[in-house]
């Protein structure tokens, strides 16, 4: 996909929040994959598919204001604690999961921000 722009959270244009989504499934879905995170397989399996519900729910409603929070959230919680029991392993690939899921969540905010401004 090409970037008419720069990347910011602060603007959720659909180009940025599809480049988001690009960079964060590209990451767990490396890291499903990766004979280094095999342990963790199952659980990297799991947040892909919560991850490509809530990309569902975006595709059909056109916006993330009609995400969950608190599904964001619980994403959140399991990249950070998959994030922490693989740092050892001097691998970047969930923490860029990491990375990728607070700018969707950013995205959001900012959409709502917006919004609400209307």
Do not use: C
């Not at 994030?83 to 970047?92: F, M, N």
């Amino acid at each position: 996909m090409y970037m008419k722009e720069e990347f910011n959270v602060g603007t959720p244009t659909k180009e940025n929040i599809e480049y988001a989504f690009k960079n964060l499934i590209f990451y767990v879905t490396a890291s499903v994959d990766l004979n280094l995170y095999k342990v963790w397989h199952k659980r990297f399996e799991n947040v892909l598919k919560k991850i490509n519900k809530v990309l569902s729910i975006y595709i059909n409603n056109g916006n993330l204001m009609s995400i969950d929070e608190k599904t964001l959230q619980n994403i959140k919680f399991d990249l950070i604690d998959l994030d922490t029991q693989t740092k050892s392993l001097k691998s970047y690939f969930a923490e860029w999961s990491l990375l990728w899921l607070d700018a969707i969540i950013s995205l959001r905010l900012s959409e709502i921000k917006m919004h609400n401004q209307l």
